[in-house]
């Protein structure tokens, strides 16, 4: 069984900036792939970005390309989400999400086999 756990998020102003830690587990796993989502209530789901791990290629939404950026600690299968320049419209739940077993080969539509529990971000004006 894979876990997946997040942490970080919280409040902050815009212009500010916060960081999203994700951890996955596993008895012998280790992702290829780990993405980040976000969702505002009502709204669908978002891809933000994603990194492919060892190599380190990512990927990033054109709403946060600039802004948000997508690093890794690859012997602890963790995965980082570093947020600058927050606008309010970056306010959203975001969930970060790993492979099954295999790179995720259509990130942006969600193409991960095991999600965190989400943590939310606020961005105030």
């Known amino acids: 069984q894979v876990q997946v756990r997040q942490s970080g998020g919280g409040s902050v102003q815009a212009g500010g900036s916060l960081r999203l830690s994700c951890q996955a587990s596993g008895h012998g796993y280790a992702p290829n792939s780990m993405g980040w989502f976000r969702q505002v209530p009502g709204k669908e789901r978002e891809g933000v970005g994603v990194?492919?791990?060892?190599?380190?290629?990512?990927y990033y939404a054109d709403s946060v390309k600039g802004r948000f950026t997508i690093s890794q600690d690859y012997p602890k299968n963790t995965a980082y989400l570093q947020m600058d320049g927050l606008k309010p419209e970056d306010t959203a739940i975001y969930y970060c999400?790993?492979?099954?077993?295999?790179?995720?080969?259509?990130?942006?539509?969600?193409?991960?086999?095991?999600w965190g529990q989400g943590t939310q971000v606020t961005v105030s004006s």
């Open positions: 990194i492919y791990m060892g190599g380190g290629t990512t």
């Open positions: 999400a790993v492979d099954n077993f295999a790179p995720a080969t259509n990130w942006y539509r969600g193409d991960f086999g095991y």
